[in-house]
């Protein structure tokens, strides 16, 4: 696990088991509700408006992961907090949250930096708009918003305020790096490998290898003579740091994760860690030496089986949304126990 100094705040593997009293699972629908909402159900389909898609994969994540015994077996340790990798989070949604409605340490992972401004000024919106909030909390109403029903786990989560009183979110922490085969051979070397790769030499490689293919204002050359100030507080900018969270990743996720999706996968089983991907485009001329039964992978279906291939104990599911070529909802994932 890696303390970063939040360490008390998330679940741990031991109590990965998330408990509706202090999480933001979806508590019982209100009696009059009862008939328009639709719990759990795998086997409903939502038109989830393209924002909203991510909560169908968080509630995935917290009924999978998040119970007794899911990822308890995991070799991270059981002491500190668990540490999610979100890869190529995009905008953060996903990470922001799940670290604040859920309490879970979760990082992006994406070269482009996350943004929260939208997710800030709906929750806001909603805290000004309490009956509103109550209208679009009710899941099967055209007018459900999935964060106006997170809004009670938000707010009871939040350690600061505004001067108006308003809760004060936490950012995630991110990293700006491809995730792709070049990283994870460099996990490979640094982290399993290890001493028998060279010891301090492979950790030399790995700073060498960070520093030139990380986004940051290290890295970054200064125009006009004034240097970017491209990092903040939540960024991950040191070549070590950022290896500790490879090292102590419990969960790798990547939520239609676009050139990352296998490497995902790839860096899940390298790490020997449980991972959740929902693939969607196939970039069939970015990888041309992806191959099925001899022929080049093209379309997704074919993508699908290609990273399918990789382990025997890949399991599928689908989300509950309706799936369109640009909503794919197909999630293929590993559980702690698969890798036995
Ligand atoms: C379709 S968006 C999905 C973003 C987010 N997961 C969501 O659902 O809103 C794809 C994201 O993948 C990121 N991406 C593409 N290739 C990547 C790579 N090799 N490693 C990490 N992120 C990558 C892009 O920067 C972009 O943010």
């Known amino acids: 696990m890696m303390d970063d100094g939040n360490a008390a705040r998330y679940p741990t593997l031991r109590c990965i088991v998330i408990d509706r009293e202090k999480t933001s ?12 909402t639709i719990p759990h159900n795998e086997n409903s389909t939502r038109a989830y408006a393209k924002r909203f898609r991510v909560f169908a994969f968080r509630e995935f994540l917290l009924r999978t ?14 002491d500190g907090a668990a540490v999610v990798l979100d890869v190529a989070g995009g905008n953060g949604h996903l990470s922001w949250i799940l670290r604040n409605a859920d309490g879970i340490n979760s990082i992006v ?22 009956d509103e909030a109550a209208l679009r909390s009710v899941e099967g109403l055209p ?39 070049k990283l994870v051979a460099m996990l490979r070397k640094v982290i399993v490998d290890g001493p028998s790769s060279g010891g ?19 890295n970054v050359p200064e125009e006009d003579g004034k240097s970017f100030a491209l990092s903040d507080d939540s960024q991950i900018c040191d070549s070590r740091r950022a290896l500790e969270v490879f090292r102590s990743v419990d969960l790798i996720v990547g939520f239609h ?14 790490l020997r860690v449980p991972f959740a991907v929902v693939p969607c485009c196939v970039f069939p001329s970015e990888f ?27 399991r599928t599911t689908t989300l509950p949304f309706i799936a369109t070529e640009f909503a794919r909802k197909l999630v293929m994932y590993m559980l702690m126990e698969d890798f036995k």
């Open 25 to 36: 699972l979806p508590p019982p629908p209100p009696p009059s509700t009862v008939g328009a």
């Open 65 to 78: 992961y998040f119970r007794p015994s899911s990822l308890s077996s995991s070799g991270g340790g059981n």
């Open 109 to 130: 992972v994406d070269p482009v930096r996350p943004k929260h401004d939208r997710l800030i000024k709906s929750m806001n919106f909603l805290i000004d708009h309490p």
């Open 143 to 181: 007018t459900h918003q999935p964060l106006a029903r997170l809004m009670p786990s938000l707010i009871e989560n939040c350690e600061r305020r505004d001067d108006r009183g308003r809760p004060i979110m936490t950012s995630p922490s991110y990293m700006r790096i491809r995730v792709d085969s």
């Open 200 to 218: 301090d030499d492979a950790l030399r490689s790995w700073d060498a290898y960070w520093y030139n293919e990380s986004v940051n204002s290290a």
């Open 257 to 270: 994760p676009d050139q990352a999706t296998e490497a995902i996968i790839d860096m899940a089983l390298l």
């Open 288 to 314: 041309p030496e992806r191959t099925l039964g001899g022929k080049r992978v093209r379309i997704y279906s074919e993508l699908v089986e290609y990273l399918r291939t990789k382990h025997d104990g890949i």
